[in-house]
């Protein structure tokens, strides 16, 4: 045999991926479990996205893949080549001329329009798993709404430190039925996970479960009526780009403590860039 | 009156073994229940057979629930008993351990039932905790710590006022002073009775410690191969035991 099949994963395969793909969607927030193949890559660097993005990709699509919002890191070329090579298909970095986008960590700052697909990468699907170790214990806790264990993880932080101290992977309830991980993706990002035009699909490869949000879901993140969500971001604007309204990156730039914010979407930086916006460290 | 909870014919087999056998009672509001017998008498296999922990093979639990009155609660649905578990039951563990979330802090095990309810509010339900660790004694300054890091006595009172958060009418207690020292014991057989009186719970409590029920059982029964020989007001039946192993079971009491 000289060539893949398109997408590296075999026709059956695929189909099996589509079915959990299709019950996630008509179940937002369900976790569905699939039977997970083993993929030329190690687990944690993102068996389940490529697994659905090679379920949902055709011919004609055009893709893109970020690592921490970054198209240019190592997880994010790497995925891109492997589909390029075993699809075939065009790619991008512009998020509004991608069809199938691919992320780890990060929801693009541009916002989403319709017809798109944003594939998430997920290390651990469930948001109960280091409060309650029992798998079968958390499937009836789902089955039965029980959901007030995740309160008292966010209780918890709020004696410990004052404040919701979780900054990532920040519980969300989904159309007020279903708890549900959404990666951990930095709880500014909650925000953008609601009424999303896109379809936004969970890939979990090591843990083998799928799960989804169809466009215009309501997403709520959880909180206390005295300590409300807040989506967080570092207090300063882009240093390239001069931003304020986006996700940033702490740079370390020498050891005498110089250091400088940048936004951690990088098409969305060099897009501002090349319209002529220009941040206080921009060379 | 209608009983608090109803027992009817309770019957649990392991295979050929028998666990209980046809175990039948009422507990009115306000009444404590003791349950005495050696080990493998029968009595852990019927408190999680009414506490909803085991199915049983046969009988009935009747529990006068609040809103809908007398309910079967073995042939009631699962998320209806579970949620009478976590807001009209109560049920206190041997070990500390097992009723306790180890790493999570002592507020937070109490607020869990609360938020398990729909509490929302964190002053709240810190508010609320703290009274609890008051009322269990434990300093209010040890709220943010973790189980881990109290006594033995000091997590089983916690875990008491875990359950007892979400003011429910029936608890169910399993061995509540075993490995515990006698003057820790005392103590907490001292505030668990102050607790009932003044919260008028319903309790039923097993245990191989005469002493136990003897402070806190208004009525007793007396369990030998999973059967009741003899039950009857706490006091007639330790002072005046009729059947041999009730006897027995009272003769082997050490004196000091």
């Not at chain 1, 970020?66 to 994010?76: E, Y």
């Not at chain 1, 798993?129 to 309160?151: A, D, Q």
């Not at chain 1, 209780?155 to 959404?182: F, L, N, Q, W």
């Not at chain 2, 208004?218 to 002072?239: H, I, N, P, Y």
Request: proline share 5%.
């Amino acid at each position: 045999m000289t060539e893949y099949n398109f997408a590296y994963l075999d026709e059956q395969t695929k189909r099996m991926i589509r079915r959990a793909i299709l019950k996630g969607l008509a179940i937002p927030g369900y976790q569905v479990p699939f039977a997970s193949r083993e993929m030329p890559m190690p687990y944690g660097w993102g068996t389940g996205g490529v697994q659905v993005s090679a379920a949902v990709l055709t011919p004609s699509d055009t893709f893109k893949v970020i690592d921490q919002g970054a198209d240019d890191t190592t997880n994010a070329v790497s995925i891109r080549t492997f589909f390029q090579r075993t699809a075939g298909v065009a790619t991008t970095t512009a998020t509004s001329d991608a069809t199938v986008i691919q992320t780890r960590h990060r929801i693009p700052e541009e916002p989403l329009h319709e017809g798109q697909i944003l594939v998430y990468q997920v290390p651990i699907p469930e948001p109960l798993r280091f409060l309650e170790p029992r798998e079968s214990e958390t499937r009836k806790m789902h089955s039965l709404e029980e959901y007030g264990l995740m309160h008292v993880k966010l209780y918890e932080d709020i004696s410990r430190h004052g404040h919701i101290a979780t900054s990532y992977a920040y519980p969300v309830k989904v159309e007020g039925r279903y708890v549900m991980d959404p990666s951990p993706i930095p709880k500014f990002d909650n925000a953008k996970l609601g009424d999303m035009a896109a379809i936004q699909l969970f890939g979990a490869g090591r843990e083998q479960r799928i799960y989804a949000l169809p466009p215009y879901t309501q997403v709520v993140s959880l909180d206390f009526e005295d300590h409300p969500f807040e989506a967080s971001k570092a207090d300063h604007l882009c240093g390239m780009c001069g931003a304020n309204d986006s996700y940033l990156d702490e740079l370390i730039i020498d050891d005498l403590g110089g250091r400088m914010f940048v936004c951690s979407d990088t098409d969305y930086c060099e897009a501002r860039q090349a319209a002529g916006h220009k941040g206080k460290d921009a060379a | 009156m209608t009983p608090l909870l109803s027992v009817q014919g309770i019957t649990k087999r392991y295979g050929a073994h028998i666990g209980c056998a046809d175990v039948s009672f009422d507990l009115y509001p306000g009444e404590v229940m003791g349950i005495v017998g050696e080990s493998g008498s029968g009595k852990s296999t019927l408190l999680n057979c009414m506490a909803g922990h085991l199915i049983p093979d046969a009988g009935q639990v009747v529990f006068d629930t609040r809103t809908d009155g007398p309910r079967d609660t073995i042939t009631m649905s699962e998320p209806e008993r579970r949620m009478l578990g976590r807001t009209d039951w109560a049920f206190v563990h041997q070990h500390a351990r097992d009723g306790l979330r180890m790493g999570v802090s002592a507020g937070g095990n109490v607020g869990e039932r609360l938020m398990a309810v729909g509490e929302r509010n964190y002053g709240d339900i810190r508010d609320k905790a703290t009274d609890w660790l008051g009322r269990v004694e434990i300093d209010a300054t040890r709220v943010d710590d973790r189980p881990t890091t109290f006594s033995g006595g000091m997590q089983q009172r916690l875990q008491i006022a875990r359950n007892l958060v979400t003011g429910p009418r029936l608890v169910f207690m399993d061995e509540p002073t075993g490995g515990l020292d006698v003057s820790v014991q005392a103590r907490l057989l001292d505030l668990l009775r102050g607790l009932v009186r003044d919260m008028g719970l319903s309790a039923i409590i097993v245990t191989h410690d005469l002493a136990v029920v003897r402070l806190l059982a208004d009525r007793l029964m007396v369990m030998k191969s999973g059967r009741v020989v003899e039950a009857g007001l706490t006091d007639q039946v330790l002072d005046d035991p009729q059947h041999a192993y009730s006897q027995l079971l009272v003769s082997s009491v050490l004196q000091v």
